[in-house]
């Protein structure tokens, strides 16, 4: 007969709602991942496809990094500030998504 371990589980009813808190928080922070770096060349790189994106008015597929986390999105480049150092996105027909340039983690048409 096997024994089924359930972890925290088992200690939950034993903890106070503060303790449970502080583990959650703790695990989040164990997910979070640390931004990476990006060398000169592929900003060079990422520059020439935002400025393709916006000439064609193609879809560009962009992972930013934002809270220790990384996310996926798609959609139509509106517009590239530079003053702001942010980009518009139109990811559906009403919903735009406006990405700050320092974010960007990998772009691809």
């Known amino acids: 007969?096997?024994?089924?371990?359930?972890?925290n589980i088992k200690w939950s009813s034993l903890m106070l709602t503060e303790h449970r808190r502080r583990l959650r928080n703790l695990k989040k922070e164990d997910e979070s991942i640390?931004?990476?770096?990006?060398?000169e060349q592929l900003l060079e790189d990422m520059n020439y496809i935002l400025h393709k994106a916006l000439h064609l008015k193609k879809e560009l597929k962009i992972v930013y990094f934002k809270e220790g986390?990384?996310?996926?999105?798609?959609?139509?480049?509106l517009k590239c500030d530079s003053f702001k150092k942010n980009i518009i996105i139109r990811i559906e027909k009403n919903?735009?998504?406006?990405?700050?340039?320092?974010?960007?983690?990998?772009?691809d048409l």
Do not use: S, T, V
């Open 1 to 7: 007969m096997a024994i089924k371990d359930r972890g």
């Open 69 to 77: 986390r990384r996310y996926l999105i798609r959609g139509k480049l």
């Open 34 to 39: 640390g931004k990476p770096e990006l060398d």
């Open 95 to 107: 919903i735009k998504k406006i990405i700050q340039l320092e974010d960007i983690i990998e772009l």
